[in-house]
């Protein structure tokens, strides 16, 4: 049957994890998630609270810690919208894929690097796992807002009502006139002006950079999917034609089983039944039905089915 590899692209918060999490059962296949994130350095700290999700590089470190650590070659949030891979990062990939029999690896860090992926290897399927528009914002925003919201309890500990209303009230309002988003880097990914990196994208893709940078955070995340999801589309297609999946998060949830048995035959790897009873009903957008979500997809240039 031969070695196949499985590609999967995906922006954070896209539901990236838990398809990496359905495959990592399947024994035959060695399953990376987000091999370049930053995060894998804490691994060499034994209180390291996240390493459930980095058991495979676990492994790596337990036969030569060395080897890997030589090896590993991260990408910090502003390089994410640089194109390419450095040389060190392409001899990454390499050693991780290894002489294992098949390979599985998840990313949300190379969305502007799948013609370096298409070179290192050939044969891969690739997937373009996201989320539909507004549901990928909301599920930036919101933690944040919880946390923010939370911080500032005291003045009224234990007025349960009073808290919940005032919660919803503060929520609400933050939500669609806060101008940072203040999770997971983008807005450093995004920037602030005409100037900075990401601009150079807002032209390609139909939209005013010197609008773009008035508007809120849930407007210039709904930019940011857009240029992320119009990229790896286009880019996707060309690259790797009949070996590109486009998938919605909601798809996989709805029928994960459907899903990952279509997956399996298109990389030519027979498929294993497994438990999937985990796999839960996808979060919806917040305020789905607000008109802020239409007003800021069409400024910006998204098709509103997309949202």
Not at 107 to 127: C, M, Q, S, Y
Not at 169 to 181: E, G, P, Q, V
Not at 187 to 194: A, P, T
Request: aromatic residues 14%; hydrophobic residues 40%.
């Amino acid at each position: 049957m031969g070695k196949k590899i499985i590609l999967i692209v995906g922006l954070r918060r896209s539901g990236t994890s838990a398809m990496w999490r359905a495959f990592q059962s399947d024994k035959r296949i060695k399953c990376f998630n987000e091999p370049f994130n930053p995060q894998i350095m804490n691994l060499s700290n034994p209180n390291f609270s996240g390493g459930e999700f980095y058991r495979e590089y676990t492994d790596y470190i337990r036969e030569d810690s060395a080897k890997f650590w030589a090896s590993y070659a991260p990408i910090s949030d502003i390089y994410e919208i640089r194109a390419g891979l450095s040389e060190q990062q392409k001899d990454y990939l390499n050693y991780l894929a290894g002489d294992n029999e098949h390979v599985l690896i998840e990313e949300t860090r190379v969305h502007h690097k799948l013609a370096d992926l298409k070179n290192l290897f050939p044969g891969a399927l690739l997937i373009h796992l996201y989320r539909p528009a507004a549901s990928f914002v909301s599920s930036v925003m919101l933690p944040n807002l919880s946390e923010r919201i939370s911080n500032n309890w005291d003045v009224i500990e234990g007025y349960r009502f009073v808290r919940a209303k005032l919660a919803k009230m503060i929520r609400k309002r933050i939500f669609w006139r806060s101008k940072y988003c203040r999770n997971m880097g983008f807005d450093s990914l995004i920037g602030s002006s005409v100037t900075d990196a990401f601009s150079s994208f807002l032209n390609r893709h139909q939209i005013d950079g010197d609008i773009f940078y008035r508007l809120p955070a849930v407007a210039r995340l709904l930019g940011y999917w857009k240029v992320s999801f119009e990229e790896v589309e286009k880019e996707g297609r060309s690259l790797f034609g009949g070996r590109f999946i486009s998938l919605s998060f909601n798809d996989f949830c709805n029928d994960p089983e459907g899903v990952l048995k279509n997956i399996y035959a298109s990389s030519g790897i027979t498929y294993v039944n497994r438990d999937l009873d985990w796999v839960h009903k996808p979060h919806g957008a917040y305020q789905r039905s607000h008109k802020k979500w239409i007003e800021y997809a069409d400024i910006i240039g998204l098709d509103r089915a997309l949202l």
